[in-house]
């Protein structure tokens, strides 16, 4: 079963910041945070992924609560082109060729 | 670099037929993953790989066969098929497990 709980779905305005939220209270110490995204079908792209520490690429910034339990994608200037279905994801231990969990995602719907 | 390539795009099948969908990656990865992905669900694993000669059981591994037997390549084998198996397969590399996981375009497979 997937670790992670995501809102179905969500829309945002064209232009606007797209924050989507995703829940994990049981995420072990060593477990990474993952960042996905489908468009239309499409084989999923990496987006962002971390640890502890808030990160920031030039797709997209990912923030973790301190206790690690929950994190916000944030996508700072939604396009209609960000269109698709995001997953949170967590990496599984080593040992078990830190295969992905996918969970049903967070459709995110961008409007002009 | 071309990434992560599979072959065919598309195939019909009948019930009972056997096929073989071929994932490769130039990239020197290490782990491989073939992963199917049903309407309106997130991807699920099949079968994966941690390196040249090994392979190993995800979440739905019945009816399906892997082998890696190159580095670059990863089959995934249909010994007969099922309507059950009708679905968009993906696969996927990483060089290291902390890595980020790369897509190929997926194989959009339908047995009758």
């Not at chain 1, 079963?1 to 809102?7: E, R, Y």
């Not at chain 1, 949170?88 to 969990?101: E, P, R």
């Not at chain 2, 993906?90 to 009758?112: H, I, K």
């Amino acid at each position: 079963d997937a670790k992670t709980t995501q809102p179905p779905s969500m829309d945002c305005a064209e232009g606007r910041a797209a924050n989507l939220p995703c829940n994990h209270s049981t995420i072990s110490g060593n477990e990474y945070v993952y960042w996905y995204r489908q468009i239309h079908s499409q084989g999923p792209q990496y987006i962002i992924h971390g640890l502890k520490n808030n990160e920031t690429n030039e797709m997209a910034s990912l923030i973790i609560t301190e206790d690690r339990k929950s994190s916000t994608l944030i996508l700072p200037h939604a396009t209609l082109r960000d269109t698709a279905v995001y997953y949170c994801i967590l990496t599984v231990s080593l040992y078990q060729g830190g295969k992905l969990i996918f969970g049903q995602g967070t459709e995110l719907s961008v409007k002009p | 670099n071309a990434g992560v390539t599979q072959t065919p795009k598309f195939r019909v099948l009948k019930t009972g037929q056997s096929m073989t969908l071929l994932c490769a990656q130039d990239m020197n990865h290490e782990y491989m993953y073939w992963y199917r992905q049903d309407p309106g669900m997130g991807l699920r694993l099949i079968h994966y790989s941690v390196g040249e000669g090994t392979t190993a059981k995800g979440e739905v591994p019945d009816g399906y066969n892997v082998s890696r037997l190159k580095k670059q390549n990863f089959l995934l084998g249909l010994e007969s098929a099922a309507p059950s198996q009708t679905s968009v397969y993906f696969c996927a590399s990483r060089w290291r497990v902390e890595d980020t996981q790369y897509f190929g375009p997926g194989t959009r497979l339908t047995v009758l």
